[in-house]
């Protein structure tokens, strides 16, 4: 039995403490995933203390269906979702190392940006499943319970936001 499943089967007790240390293990991720969405830091903060809230408030109706972390990544981007409804916040997806960006030469900088643009153009459906699938590294079926949607559909998705961002991206990588 992993830590993580120990964790949860305390957590659903009452044990506020094994939550917590849930809460330590994901922390980093979750807000990951909510600033690459939003590309607010103070937003993302928000957003990730809410899903952690949520996650704790629905902790008894988890039923391990899918893992936590994708559990908590569904609870994360709906929470997400409804912030930018809510805001009608235009998402912007920039690198969240802006630092290190500062560092490279002007022309891979340049690149960056234009990539960035490209994916921040795409329709939120399909620049999520870029950012599940290319940034964070999920496997389609994680990604499927993320967004509650077949693996067929991911891969559709994520095949419709590649060719999409060939087309805009074409004029940067022709010869």
Known sequence: MTEVTQLLERAQAGDTAAFSRLV?????????????????????????????I???????????????????????????CNYIRKRRLKTVFLDENAAASRVETAEKA???????????????K?????????YEELSYREIAG???????????????ARARLKEL???YTEG
């Open 146 to 160: 993320v967004i509650k949607k077949p693996v067929g559909t991911v891969e559709s998705r994520l095949s419709r």
């Open 110 to 124: 340049e690149l960056r940006g234009i990539i960035n643009d490209a994916v921040e153009s795409l329709p939120l």
């Open 126 to 134: 399909l620049k999520t499943v870029v950012i599940l699938r290319d």
């Open 24 to 52: 330590d293990l994901h922390k980093d991720n979750v807000l990951n995933i909510a600033y690459k969405l939003v590309n607010n830091h103070e937003a993302a903060e928000d957003i990730s203390q809410e899903s952690f």
């Open 54 to 80: 949520k996650a704790y408030a629905k902790l008894g109706s988890f039923k391990r269906e899918a893992s936590f972390m994708t559990w908590l990544y569904r609870i994360t981007y709906n929470t997400a």
């Open 169 to 171: 991206l074409k004029d």
